[in-house]
């Protein structure tokens, strides 16, 4: 099976390994993985933000750069959404609403695809260490994928899984809210904190890179122990 990873801007500049594990994992289960260098930021950002016509460019490009492809994956559940928001942004237009729409029939969040396309459920991932797991807003709400990371990461060896008290609470991060809102966004953060810290986890899970940026960065701002991972690293992990 051929995938197109849509890898997106948080792990091109600030996780890469993310996007290795992610590589490292869907070759593992027997994909085979193809890379548009043509792809740029899906536009969230700008969008959200209120700036829709300036936003259509950058919308055109990555829809142009995944044209070809079988099967996208994504590992952030926000930006796979971005996708499928594309069809509404262009609602009306004869040239690319049909294109947009194209673009989110093939769309996919990394464990929504190994769940729901591949139809694994156990990754043969090893892991040491106790971990709750986030669930972010984009993916949950909007995109609808819930119980794909948790399937998955309760049948990875070794791994104990605590359910995260007010997990479907927002983390404060937002995109830009958190930078518009950092006031409030601290206290959401810190709600996240203490939900965490209440599982006696090591290590906090999402499938979201913004929401991980974030929350990591809380924890590492508080002195807390614990450990924020990608699940991306954990479904490859294997001690």
């Known amino acids: 099976m051929k995938v197109t990873l849509f890898a997106t801007c948080l792990v091109d500049m600030f996780q890469s390994d993310v996007g290795k ?19 740029i930021c899906c536009g969230q950002p700008s969008y959200n933000s209120g700036y829709v016509e300036e936003t259509k460019g950058a919308m055109k490009t990555m829809i142009k750069a995944f044209e070809h492809a079988e099967y996208i994956v994504c590992p952030s559940g926000s930006c796979a959404y971005m996708f499928h928001e594309y069809q509404h942004i262009f609602k009306g237009d004869p040239v690319w609403e049909p294109k947009a729409k194209e673009l989110a029939k093939k769309t996919y969040e990394l464990t929504q695809f190994i769940v729901d396309v591949l139809r694994v459920e156990d990754v043969g991932a090893s892991f040491n260490g106790k971990v709750t797991y986030h669930t972010s807003c984009h993916m949950t709400r ?3 994928v819930k119980e794909a990371p948790i399937k998955l990461l309760k049948n990875v060896k070794g791994l104990e899984y605590e359910d995260l008290p007010g997990k479907q609470n927002c983390c404060g991060f937002g995109g830009t809210f958190s930078v518009k809102m950092g006031q409030i966004s601290e206290q959401m953060v810190d709600e996240k904190v203490s939900c965490i810290e209440e599982t006696g986890a090591d290590y906090i899970i999402s499938a ?32």
Do not use: W, Y
């Open 142 to 144: 909007l995109l609808g």
């Open 21 to 39: 594990a992610t590589v490292e994992l869907l070759e593992r289960l027997g994909c085979e993985i193809d890379f548009p260098t043509t792809q």
């Open 208 to 239: 979201d890179a913004g929401c991980l940026m974030n929350i990591g960065g809380r924890l590492g701002r508080k002195g807390k122990p614990v450990r924020a991972l990608h699940i991306a690293e954990v479904l490859n992990s294997r001690l």
